[in-house]
């Protein structure tokens, strides 16, 4: 990026970092404005790219906000982020033909665990019963795959869900002629 680009898109950073952090911090502008003794209609200005601040005034809104005056004027981080394929952990469960059970999750959410779960034909994998209470909803993305819960039997075909208690016995087996891919959703019950 040309010093000319930086530049120009300074005020612009300075608006957005402004607006972005006063709010996530569940400030009013009024707020900000008595924390870092700047009159609010400074930081109006400012939040709107047509101020042209001091360093002094800078300094004071970084300092109220607990951030340096490069993370202020700095381009805005992307809130996202990629977790490349094979840096989630996957792991293979069963015996015989096994089952590729991959987290979809890198943060986790509490009581709930998403899984991909690639099934080949001939593969069969006893569920671990969870806590009682606990539901479990079952997609299949791709392919068939019978479910076994509570000695009851689930014939599952591209584009249904099962919805069943988890903290029963349950199994998942692949009859077919052709891998099932299935995703798991474990809502857990309040300990």
Not at 76 to 95: D, F, H, N
Not at 127 to 147: D, K, N
Request: proline share 6%; hydrophobic share 35%; aromatic share 4%.
């Amino acid at each position: 990026m040309s010093k000319d680009t930086l530049l120009d898109r300074l005020p612009e950073n300075l608006a957005n970092n402004i607006k972005y952090l006063r709010e996530r911090r569940g400030l009013t502008q009024g707020r900000l404005s008595g924390l870092c003794g700047v009159p609010r209609s400074t930081l109006a200005n400012l939040e709107t790219g047509s101020g042209n601040p001091t360093l002094a005034v800078l300094s004071a809104i970084a300092s109220a906000l607990q951030i340096t005056i490069e993370e202020l004027l700095s381009t805005p981080r992307a809130q996202g982020k990629v977790y490349p394929k094979g840096s989630l952990p996957i792991r293979e469960r069963g015996r015989g033909v096994k089952v590729t059970v991959s987290k979809l999750l890198p943060d986790p959410i509490v009581g709930m665990e998403i899984d991909r779960m690639k099934v080949p034909t001939g593969a069969l994998m006893k569920g671990v019963p969870h806590r009682p209470g606990t539901r479990e909803y079952c997609y299949c993305e791709s392919g068939s795959a019978v479910i076994w819960t509570a000695g009851e039997r689930f014939d599952l075909s591209a584009g249904d869900v099962l919805s069943f208690q988890g903290d029963q016995a349950h199994s998942y087996t692949n009859e077919g002629r052709a891998d099932a891919v299935l995703f798991s959703v474990v809502t857990l019950a309040p300990l």
